[in-house]
């Protein structure tokens, strides 16, 4: 098994920035892929961004392509969200993936999955 604790999540500005984390522990070796999805209220859950763990090519949903940036060192992974907007308010939530697939864009795809984070941003 794998678990991840995602963390810095907080309140901010429209147009500014905020940084969060997710550790992973556990089986480490066994990651394939991390994501980050988010889900805002009365809204399904959002791909946001998606890194290969070994490779480290990274992937981004169009709403935040240009704005955040995902990356990866030994057990942690990053979301680094620049360029801050409203509608980027949710919880967003860190998984973990074990296997190679084309669907790392979907929810199904990912094994394990964090308890979130609130990221509210104010106008």
């Known amino acids: 098994q794998v678990q991840v604790v995602e963390s810095g999540g907080g309140l901010v500005q429209a147009g500014g920035s905020l940084r969060l984390s997710c550790a992973a522990s556990?089986?480490?070796?066994?990651?394939?892929?991390m994501g980050w999805f988010r889900q805002a209220p009365g809204k399904e859950r959002e791909f946001v961004a998606a890194?290969?763990?070994?490779?480290?090519t990274t992937y981004y949903g169009d709403s935040v392509k240009g704005r955040f940036t995902i990356s990866r060192d030994y057990a942690k992974m990053y979301l680094q969200m620049n360029s801050l907007k409203p509608e980027d308010t949710a919880v967003y939530y860190c998984?973990?993936?074990?296997?190679?697939?084309?669907?790392?864009?979907?929810?199904?795809?990912?094994?394990?999955w964090g308890q979130g984070t609130q990221l509210t941003v104010s106008s």
């Open positions: 998984a973990v993936g074990l296997l190679g697939s084309s669907r790392i864009f979907t929810e199904g795809y990912y094994d394990y």
């Open positions: 890194i290969n763990w070994s490779r480290g």
């Open positions: 556990g089986r480490t070796y066994s990651i394939y892929t």
